[in-house]
Structure formats: C-alpha cells, structure tokens
C-alpha cells in the first residue's frame, strides 16, 4: 500500500445533498452522485490521511477487513477523473 496523501482536487467539493439522499462531488460543469462506498472513501480524502490510515479507518468504522484493494482501485479511478491530487 502506497503512502499517498490524497486530497480532493481544487474545484471540488464534496457535500450531502438531501434532494438526492446521496453525497455528490460538486465541480463547475456539474455534478457526480457517490455511490455509499466511494462517498466514504472521498469523505477521508482530506490531505492528511495516507492510503494505509484510509483504509485503517473504514476497515474500523465499517468492522471489515481486507479494503485495501478495493480502496486503491478506487483512488486509481479517481486520480483518473482527476477528483483527486496526491
């Protein structure tokens, strides 16, 4: 596991939007609707937090194990969305 610092790129923003029931990723030509799993991994996207303290943290709140991968998956998809800077 990488010991990246991802961080919502500029020009995001992440919010709950009750209209929707659902945490949507907000940029200036609109709006992405997050899926629970990715709302959650977004939501630590904060700068602070490493991969490794990511995962730790879900695996925590959520009493799993084994999100590592899933979780790096997702940060390569939204690196490639440019919804994250690292």
Same mark, same amino acid.
């Given at each position: 596991m990488s010991a990246v610092v991802p961080r919502l790129a500029r020009?995001?923003?992440l919010q709950f939007e009750? %209209?929707?029931? +659902?945490w949507v990723l907000l940029?200036?030509?609109g709006m992405v609707k997050l899926n629970t799993p990715a709302a959650?991994?977004?939501r630590r996207c904060?700068?602070?937090r490493d991969t490794? %303290?990511?995962? +730790?943290?879900?695996?925590?709140?959520?009493a799993?194990?084994?999100l590592a991968a899933d979780?790096?998956?997702?940060?390569a998809l939204a690196r490639q969305q440019k919804w994250i800077e690292s």
């Open positions: 020009g995001l923003r009750p %209209a929707q029931q +659902a940029y200036p030509e959650e991994i977004l904060d700068g602070q490794t %303290a990511i995962v +730790a943290d879900l695996e925590s709140e959520f799993a194990t084994g979780v790096e998956e997702f940060l």
